[in-house]
């Protein structure tokens, strides 16, 4: 009796990685939506850039009140610094986009940005708009 043996890429397998990652990408972009949607009025500046998102950043929002949120959850520093040790782990080179409330203390943005660095991030943006006479323009 011949055995035939089929040649070939194992579609199943492949298949379960792409619906995988399908569902990566589809949670992390609400997760992001939802991000930028937390009400925060950010500062001005004429010299920001825009960058392209990606999937892995993390949004650190600076309330007001100076309390740090990431996604709905508040976090003291040492909760956000585990949580940047495990970034840096995951993605050494990924970056921290700091979002702070106009109304919030200097204070506030540089502890957050002690505790990214201090867990071995480098790559830290801070989030700004256009002044509104550049968005009009006058």
């Known amino acids: 009796m011949e055995r035939h043996s089929r040649r070939g890429v194992p579609l199943a397998p492949m298949l379960d990685i792409m619906f995988l990652l399908l569902i990566f990408f589809v949670t992390t972009s609400s997760f992001r939506a939802q991000e930028q949607q937390i009400d925060i009025q950010l500062p001005a500046a004429q010299a920001g850039k825009p960058t392209d998102p990606s999937a892995t950043e993390i949004i650190v929002n600076i309330m007001a ?74």
């Open 65 to 138: 009140d100076d309390s740090i949120r990431v996604g709905n959850s508040t976090y003291t520093p040492d909760a956000l610094y585990k949580v940047m040790r495990q970034l840096v782990t995951d993605y050494p080179d990924e970056r921290v986009i700091i979002r702070g409330d106009r109304g919030s203390h200097t204070e506030a943005l540089v502890r957050v940005m002690d505790v990214a660095r201090s867990a071995g991030i480098t790559n830290i943006h801070i989030a700004t708009v256009k002044p509104a006479s550049d968005v009009e323009g006058n």
